[in-house]
């Protein structure tokens, strides 16, 4: 008896051999917290696809990284995970924002728009000389210090209130350092989370100086900034200083738009103390649409409360290319969009995928081909899989029709470059849709 194999033989190759794919949906909350806050081994990252998959790793409900991711998941269609990452606190390691956001790309990458939870550092300064009988008394975040009273010299009573605040307050891990003391400047930094709330009272003696209390993240948000510039991410900071919505051109939003960064959203709330978390749901609300599908103004953000700006405010914001959220016509909406650089947040997305789904479209042929030969028939392959990326990307919404893709002739190639086996001169000219954001019309009407 024969077998059908003793005729017909048949060799099969599977040339199926997947590539990892550049994810634009996955948003990330970046936060320095301790290795062991959670009840769950964290290392750098972990990916959650809910909110009661974080509670069940031991995140509480009044945590910082859970009230952001909060508003992330809040938005209808909602993103299908989110990742928090972890950067070192000062009881573990001394590091950067940079060196832990590198440290995270490095073990994943797995995630595009991001924010931080910046080390919010209270400032205290005196505006003048404590003196006998001065008694200070100073609250962090709703916990009282005891109290202080002056002691021999300002130098030693600053230092005093120092060490009374760290062992004071519940987060055993504050720092509190007097980083001028002729300027009568205390620095306060709570490494588990922001600080929201910072009193100082100076009570007795024959005067009382005075303290003024601010919040400094402009550091933390210029250093990310620069990272992010290097990346194939975007980065989005809220603020709520008032300095946004004038003419100041010192505000860490003018900072950045002097920069002219492309990867890096500014967003603008004066509630932002009442935990309105406008960055986390900017991104929470757009990245579950394809890029090149949507615009990123004029959206809706569930969960946040919008604000009033005169019309001045209104124009010092957006002239900074700062976005707000505010009411018109009833309905509460996002302006205008942007990155500070004045680039639309949606054509930098739509051209990021662009860039990596055709190198993923050509670097798959290559891994799933036996060869692409150098030859004018094997350039023609290339610009077909250009086209074929750029035909999607007008399916998505980010192009129009005819674009235009110019390749070599084998024979106009340089010898170097073919014995390097590299294809230069492939080209592609296409153009944006764009969407509309304003219209203007004139209308005439007679009798």
């Given at each position: 008896m024969?077998n059908?194999?003793d005729?017909?033989q048949?060799?099969?190759?599977?040339?199926t051999q997947?590539i990892?794919v550049?994810g634009?949906?996955?948003?990330?909350?970046?936060?320095?917290f301790a290795s062991?806050?959670t009840?769950?081994?964290?290392?750098r990252y972990?990916?959650?696809?809910?909110?009661a998959?974080?509670?069940?790793?031991?995140?509480?409900t009044?945590?910082e990284?859970?009230k952001?991711?909060?508003?992330?998941?809040?938005?209808?269609?909602s993103?299908d995970?989110?990742m928090?990452g972890?950067k070192?606190?000062?009881?573990?390691?001394?590091?950067?924002?940079?060196e832990?956001l590198?440290?995270?790309?490095?073990q994943?990458?797995?995630?595009?728009?991001f924010?931080?939870?910046?080390t919010?550092e209270g400032k205290?300064v005196y505006?003048?000389?404590f003196?006998?009988?001065n008694?200070?008394?100073?609250?962090?975040n709703?916990?009282a210090?005891?109290?202080?009273?002056?002691?021999?010299d300002?130098?030693?009573?600053?230092?005093a209130?120092?060490?009374q605040i760290?062992?004071?307050?519940?987060?055993?891990?504050a720092?509190v350092?007097?980083s001028d003391?002729?300027g009568?400047?205390l620095?306060?930094?709570i490494?588990?989370g922001?600080?929201t709330?910072?009193?100082s009272?100076v009570?007795?003696?024959?005067?009382q100086?005075?303290?003024t209390?601010s919040f400094?993240?402009?550091?933390?948000i210029e250093?990310?900034?620069?990272?992010?510039e290097?990346?194939k991410?975007?980065?989005?900071?809220?603020?709520?200083d008032?300095?946004v919505v004038?003419?100041?051109?010192?505000?860490?939003?003018?900072?950045?738009?002097?920069?002219?960064l492309?990867r890096?959203?500014?967003?603008y709330?004066s509630?932002l103390?009442?935990?309105?978390?406008f960055?986390?749901?900017?991104?929470?609300?757009a990245l579950?649409y394809d890029p090149?599908?949507q615009t990123?103004a004029?959206?809706?953000?569930?969960?946040?409360s919008?604000?009033?700006?005169t019309?001045?405010e209104r124009t010092f914001?957006l002239?900074k290319?700062c976005n707000?959220y505010?009411t018109?016509?009833?309905v509460n909406?996002?302006?205008?969009?942007t990155?500070?650089?004045?680039e639309?947040i949606?054509?930098?997305?739509?051209?990021?995928?662009?860039?990596a789904r055709?190198a993923e479209?050509?670097f798959?042929r290559?891994?799933?081909?036996?060869k692409?030969?150098?030859?004018d028939?094997?350039?023609?392959?290339?610009e077909?899989?250009v086209?074929?990326s750029?035909?999607?990307a007008v399916?998505?919404?980010?192009?129009t029709?005819?674009y235009?893709?110019?390749?070599?002739?084998v024979a106009t190639i340089?010898q170097?470059d073919k014995i390097?086996r590299?294809l230069?001169?492939v080209?592609?000219?296409?153009t944006?849709q764009?969407?509309?954001?304003?219209v203007q019309?004139?209308g005439?009407v007679s009798?």
């Amino acid at each position: 008896m024969s077998n059908i194999t003793d005729i017909v033989q048949i060799s099969i190759t599977r040339e199926t051999q997947s590539i990892a794919v550049a994810g634009f949906g996955t948003p990330g909350i970046i936060s320095e917290f301790a290795s062991d806050a959670t009840t769950a081994t964290f290392d750098r990252y972990r990916y959650y696809s809910d909110l009661a998959e974080m509670v069940s790793d031991g995140w509480g409900t009044t945590t910082e990284e859970y009230k952001r991711a909060n508003f992330v998941f809040a938005q209808n269609p909602s993103v299908d995970r989110i990742m928090i990452g972890r950067k070192n606190p000062k009881s573990e390691l001394v590091e950067t924002w940079t060196e832990a956001l590198t440290a995270i790309v490095s073990q994943s990458n797995d995630w595009y728009a991001f924010t931080i939870n910046p080390t919010a550092e209270g400032k205290i300064v005196y505006t003048g000389d404590f003196v006998t009988d001065n008694v200070i008394n100073v609250s962090v975040n709703g916990v009282a210090i005891s109290s202080v009273t002056f002691d021999t010299d300002h130098a030693t009573t600053m230092l005093a209130l120092k060490a009374q605040i760290e062992a004071d307050i519940t987060d055993s891990t504050a720092t509190v350092d007097p980083s001028d003391v002729t300027g009568r400047t205390l620095l306060v930094e709570i490494e588990s989370g922001d600080i929201t709330l910072l009193t100082s009272v100076v009570t007795l003696g024959a005067t009382q100086p005075t303290a003024t209390i601010s919040f400094e993240t402009g550091e933390d948000i210029e250093e990310v900034s620069t990272w992010a510039e290097t990346q194939k991410k975007i980065y989005f900071f809220t603020t709520n200083d008032a300095d946004v919505v004038t003419n100041s051109t010192i505000d860490i939003v003018s900072v950045l738009k002097d920069k002219s960064l492309d990867r890096t959203v500014a967003c603008y709330h004066s509630g932002l103390q009442d935990d309105n978390y406008f960055a986390e749901g900017f991104f929470g609300e757009a990245l579950p649409y394809d890029p090149g599908s949507q615009t990123w103004a004029y959206k809706g953000i569930a969960g946040l409360s919008s604000y009033a700006l005169t019309s001045g405010e209104r124009t010092f914001a957006l002239d900074k290319n700062c976005n707000i959220y505010t009411t018109t016509a009833g309905v509460n909406v996002t302006e205008s969009g942007t990155v500070v650089g004045g680039e639309y947040i949606d054509i930098i997305r739509g051209l990021d995928w662009l860039e990596a789904r055709m190198a993923e479209n050509i670097f798959g042929r290559l891994v799933n081909t036996r060869k692409i030969p150098y030859t004018d028939d094997g350039i023609t392959i290339i610009e077909g899989l250009v086209r074929e990326s750029l035909s999607n990307a007008v399916t998505a919404g980010l192009l129009t029709t005819g674009y235009v893709v110019t390749v070599p002739k084998v024979a106009t190639i340089s010898q170097a470059d073919k014995i390097a086996r590299n294809l230069p001169d492939v080209k592609f000219t296409a153009t944006l849709q764009g969407a509309i954001h304003t219209v203007q019309i004139q209308g005439t009407v007679s009798v």
